[in-house]
């Protein structure tokens, strides 16, 4: 890896497309020999070119990767050698590197990358992914996609959203067409530079807040239905272009029938509420592309409560093999709020003939109907904060765990907290905090001064359980009089061989310090811990069906460091929940009690679409910590925060106090201010985990459970 300078005026003049940083310079007289323009100077670091500078990549057995003299010599790129991958099949096909002779200085050389890419074909996705030998989270941009097919191109990878830090990130992975199947496809790459870029900041989506996508066939779906003759399938965009380059959209052939229709189920399986229209209006928009002009399209609201069906009838298609968007305007009809949940949409409506006929549709936009949520944000959110802090939390601050009083060792508040950022070697680590309160001076939404020897749980030493990472807080005051530290322990050195389980730590000097960590059970994470009537209730988090779902299982025990002859119980599966909102994923569990309340309490998270970016929390109560009951109410007890917020990702580990007639809960949320590229895409670039604040009175909370 070396710095290059481009000083030959001809070179930079080819190179031109690139770098768009040259004039022409025409001799203005013949007979005299024109003066050689100033040399101008474009520095970038040359990472690999495959002649002078090399990564030497790695991959599997099945996906093939070599050098070869670049067959293409044409364009941007007349190099003699380049990469070469063919694809096997599988979704998630990657090359990765050795860790690089010189880590990444984004300060000096900027956090923009680029290469040259020749892909078989247009809207492939190419991920970039930044990794760390010293173990820092691994960094990825991920929504670039090739515009043409068998040409060289310069796609860029932009980091610096992301803030990331110098001397850490050594190593560089890379899929190609990633997240899709199919094989034997050849795609060519090269010259991967890093250089000095414009911090860019995507433009966010038009009205947003007010607007949502309820089907974009890829992250969100409305399941439509049609009748036998009429041919609706979900396919790969066939037309990736113009306003459209996603890469699903609807299919639907006509059959020759006037009145052709395709309907869909209720959308309320995400979003929980019907359509708010007085709220944020009545305006849905659809990207079509029809196989002529003046094609009607006909747009219908219905209702499963059974109000007359409301249409949109003058809305013809404009251009014909063409995407364009149509909208269907219903704002003045003072249509009534949480009475329509359906969409009808008819494609060349009222019209015979045209059997064959190929219509697509993508990106139905309309009102966002999410329902209010019970708890009230902090208003001078997050309580605690990366922003400043000390290194070893300078990443993310998460994972809040309190004890009362009643709790803690020596009768104040108490709050133990997940820390991650590095250490005196310059390594990355998740660790363990303390942070305090007085009790006489107590303040539940903030005013946490932090131990002067934080972290104070470290990570453990090299080949033990923790060597890596210690996650997700459970302390909990044993029946001996011990502090037991229950988290997710993760050990391995790099993302291939990275390993989690389930530890425990203890304390006899009254929490400040440890002991040596205890593997519990291998390949699941810590939630909760209960001491009760003699024994402990462990609760974590356990994945199945391939790792697609996730359930919450809890081990009982008096021996609080040993599983061997430990009850497990599945308490928690997804699925059941007020409008299905967990179907995916359950997890996350934290267990509280309510003085004169003979209930326990568990806030869970869940979600309809990821296995770990939970974007809404629910609740669930039992008598015995054993068999719990979801309580019945589709309004959600809290929710991620809106788009462009600092919580507006996904939210994990809900941690409730009471205290006064309130209930106050500390969360993590991931995010960053302002707008990203997709905020539904699972630990998105630039994105940190923060503690936030949330509270609801204790009375509405209850009423809220139906056990007022």
Not at 280 to 300: L, M
Not at 363 to 389: F, M
Not at 644 to 651: L, M, N, Y
Not at 681 to 695: E, I, K, L, N, Q
């Amino acid at each position: 890896m070396k710095t290059m300078k481009i000083k030959s005026y001809l070179w930079l003049l080819a190179l031109t497309a690139f770098f768009s940083c040259s004039d022409d310079t025409t001799a203005q007289n013949p007979i005299v020999p024109p003066v050689e323009p100033p040399v101008e100077e474009e520095t970038f670091v040359d990472i690999c070119n495959f002649e002078t500078t090399l990564i030497s990549f790695h991959t599997n057995d099945q996906l093939k990767y070599n050098i070869v003299d670049n067959p293409y010599k044409e364009g941007i790129n007349v190099s003699n050698k380049c990469g070469k991958v063919v694809s096997a099949g599988d979704m998630w096909e990657l090359i990765w590197s050795d860790p690089l002779t010189k880590k990444f200085d984004f300060t000096k050389d900027g956090a923009c990358f680029s290469m040259q890419v020749r892909s078989p074909k247009v809207g492939g996705h190419i991920f970039f992914k930044l990794e760390s030998s010293l173990g820092a989270d691994a960094k990825e941009v991920s929504n670039v996609v090739s515009k043409v097919a068998d040409e060289w191109e310069t796609l860029e990878f932009d980091f610096s959203l992301l803030n990331l830090p110098d001397n850490v990130y050594d190593k560089v992975i890379i899929l190609f067409d990633a997240g899709e199947t199919g094989s034997g496809e050849e795609w060519y790459f090269d010259n991967i530079r890093q250089k000095t870029g414009v911090k860019t900041e995507p433009e966010p989506e038009p009205g947003e807040k007010q607007y949502i996508n309820y089907c974009n066939f890829e992250t969100s779906l409305v399941t439509f239905r049609t009748n036998d003759r009429l041919e609706y399938s979900i396919v790969d965009n066939p037309h990736m272009s113009g306003i459209n380059t996603s890469s699903k959209c609807g299919k639907v052939v006509a059959a020759g029938d006037q009145w052709e229709l395709i309907w869909s189920e209720p959308v309320t399986s995400r979003y929980n509420s019907k359509f708010n229209f007085s709220k944020n209006g009545g305006r849905f928009t659809v990207k079509v592309y029809s196989p002529k002009v003046g094609s009607p399209v006909y747009f219908k609201l219905e209702s499963t409560g059974g109000a007359d069906s409301k249409e949109i009838q003058n809305v013809k298609t404009t251009v014909a093999n063409q995407w364009e968007t149509l909208t269907f305007d219903f704002s003045s009809w003072n249509l009534p709020d949480e009475t329509y949940d359906k969409i009808v949409l008819v494609f060349d409506a009222g019209n015979v003939g045209g059997v064959g006929d190929v219509y697509y549709f993508d990106d139905i936009i309309g009102p966002n109907n999410e329902a209010e949520q019970l708890l009230t944000r902090y208003e001078a959110n997050p309580v605690l904060t990366y922003k400043g802090a000390e290194r070893w939390m300078c990443e993310h601050i998460a994972n809040a765990a309190i004890l009362s009083p009643a709790e803690s060792p020596d009768g104040n508040w108490w709050m133990y907290a997940r820390g991650s950022g590095y250490d005196a070697m310059n390594e990355y680590h998740d660790q363990i905090g303390l942070f305090r309160q007085n009790v006489n001076s107590f303040n539940p939404v903030g005013g946490w001064e932090a131990y002067p020897t934080n972290p104070v749980i470290p990570h453990g030493a090299k080949g033990t359980c923790d060597e890596l990472h210690l996650l997700d807080c459970a302390p909990v005051m044993g029946g001996d009089g011990r502090l037991y530290f229950y988290y997710q322990a993760v050990r391995g050195t790099s993302d291939a061989d990275r390993c989690g389980s389930l530890a425990c730590r203890y304390s006899v000097d009254g929490g400040y310090t440890f002991s040596d960590a205890i593997m519990l059970r291998d390949g699941v994470g810590c939630s909760d811990a209960i001491f009760y009537d003699g024994k402990y209730y462990i609760f974590y988090g356990y994945g199945y069906d391939n790792g697609s779902h996730m359930k919450i299982d809890c081990a009982i025990t008096t021996d609080p460091l040993n599983f061997d002859n430990a009850e497990i119980r599945t308490i928690l599966t997804p699925g059941g929940g007020p409008a299905n909102h967990d179907c995916m994923t359950v997890n996350g569990s934290r267990i509280f009690r309510l003085k004169d309340v003979n209930k326990w309490f568990m806030v869970y998270q869940g979600s309809t679409r990821h296995f770990d970016f939970p974007e809404r929390f629910h609740v669930a109560y039992s008598d015995d910590l054993l068999n719990w009951t979801k309580v019945n109410n589709t309004k959600p007890f809290f929710k991620r925060g809106e788009a462009e917020t600092w919580d507006q990702g996904g939210i994990w580990f809900g941690e409730v106090l009471e205290y006064g007639d309130k209930l106050y809960m500390y969360y993590e949320g991931w995010g960053c201010e302002g707008a990203v590229p997709d905020r539904d895409y699972p630990y998105f670039g630039g994105g940190h985990s923060t503690t936030g604040c949330a509270f609801v009175a204790k009375s509405e909370f209850l009423e809220w459970c139906g056990l007022n």
